[in-house]
């Protein structure tokens, strides 16, 4: 069964700059696009960033020009590049294939004023 695991989240002043990790416990980058979501308590999950299996990417208006999604199919790892982070950026962010799969725990971004 393959399992998402993501990392790289954590406290950062805005301004600041982190770099979002999933590895997938199996090989289903090769055929899929993988999309980043990202959720606040009590909202819906907003998907980001998506990067097609041939590497065509798009990104939510919210991010645009600011984060960048790149993969890494030898490794079964997609990131998450996020620059000049903004406290409204502040979520849980969750990768996961399109079709998706059973969704991993999510990494906490807390951007801080």
């Known amino acids: 069964q393959v399992q998402l695991v993501e990392s790289g989240g954590g406290l950062v002043q805005a301004g600041g700059s982190l770099r979002l990790s999933c590895a997938a416990s199996g090989s289903i980058f090769s055929a899929n696009a993988m999309v980043w979501y990202r959720q606040a308590p009590g909202k819906q999950r907003e998907a980001v960033a998506v990067i097609s299996s041939d590497g065509r990417m798009h990104y939510g208006g919210s991010v645009k020009g600011r984060f960048s999604i790149s993969r890494d199919n030898a490794r079964n790892t997609v990131y998450l590049q996020m620059n000049s982070l903004k406290p409204e950026d502040t979520d849980v962010y969750y990768c996961?294939?399109?079709?998706?799969?059973?969704w991993g725990q999510g990494t906490q971004v807390t951007v801080s004023s």
């Open positions: 996961n294939s399109d079709p998706p799969i059973d």
